[in-house]
């Protein structure tokens, strides 16, 4: 069961969903009241998995997100304070699957995994509840970014702007999204050249998670496109990051981007 919330100065709703065999059980309305309880039927499981994932990522788009208990709070808070303590994950892990959640399991997947990297079987399971439970990972990602997954969450991504500004607004929902809580690595690759450095950089400093320490703004052709340090400082005063590169004439393609997403 996962319970979503959407609170602005003109929503006030929830919804719980749940999935159970061959069914979708939906309850939703204004907080505080009872709201209404339908229940979807299929035929087959792999059915109502689908709509269920599928109902998930509509309401991630629409603005609902996860109520968190006081619990969840605190262990999401202790991961921030020292994102590289593995016994934090590791209870998090467990308070999620008693929850129900399916990060939980991915959490102690990927745990194994860095024990064990190339380990078919643990390949293999990782693989499954990724592409199960579409709520960890949106399909679009494939497409404009190449992440490196850890411990449950993303650590490290590259995304490719295409020389186009109107990227901004899916950088913004891809920061947004529960599974870059605790990024630590982000590279911005093929700046456009009308690069509007006050609005993207106000956007970064809005959403970038506080446990990023490195931030790159990446070319392919000769220029930076008027991006410098000084220019870009003024906008980073309250994030974390320690680290920071803007780099002209470089390419990532995917054995370039393979490397950088591994050298932590």
């Not at 467990?94 to 997947?109: C, N, S, W, Y």
């Not at 506080?210 to 005063?237: A, M």
């Amino acid at each position: 069961m996962i319970y979503l919330e959407h609170k602005t100065p003109s929503v006030n709703r929830f919804v719980e969903l749940s999935l159970k065999e061959k069914k979708v059980n939906i309850r939703s309305g204004r907080i505080g009241l009872s709201g209404k309880f339908i229940t979807l039927k299929f035929h087959q499981h792999h059915e109502a998995e689908d709509v269920y994932s599928r109902r998930l990522l509509k309401l991630y788009s629409k603005g609902y997100r996860c109520s968190r208990s006081k619990k969840n709070r605190v262990m999401l808070e202790t991961i921030i304070k020292d994102p590289n303590d593995t016994s934090n994950y590791l209870v998090y892990s467990d308070l999620l699957q008693m929850q129900h959640e399916p990060r939980g399991k991915l959490i102690a997947v990927q745990y194994k995994l860095e024990l064990s990297p190339y380990k078919k079987s643990l390949l293999q399971e990782e693989s499954y509840i990724l592409k199960k439970n579409r709520q960890l990972k949106e399909t679009w990602w494939d497409k404009k970014t190449y992440c490196r997954w850890s411990m449950g969450f993303i650590n490290s991504v590259i995304y490719d702007m295409n020389h186009d500004l109107s990227q901004a607004g899916w950088i913004r929902r891809m920061l947004m999204h529960p599974s870059f809580y605790f990024l630590r690595r982000l590279c911005l690759f093929n700046v456009p050249r009308s690069f509007a450095i006050p609005e993207v950089l106000s956007l970064l400093d809005k959403h970038l998670p506080q446990t990023v320490d490195y931030l790159e703004f990446c070319n392919s052709g000769s220029s930076s496109y008027g991006i410098d340090k000084d220019s870009i400082k003024p906008y980073l005063n309250i994030n974390n990051v320690s680290n920071l590169e803007i780099k002209s004439n470089h390419v990532y393609d995917r054995r370039l981007a393979m490397a950088w997403l591994t050298d932590t």
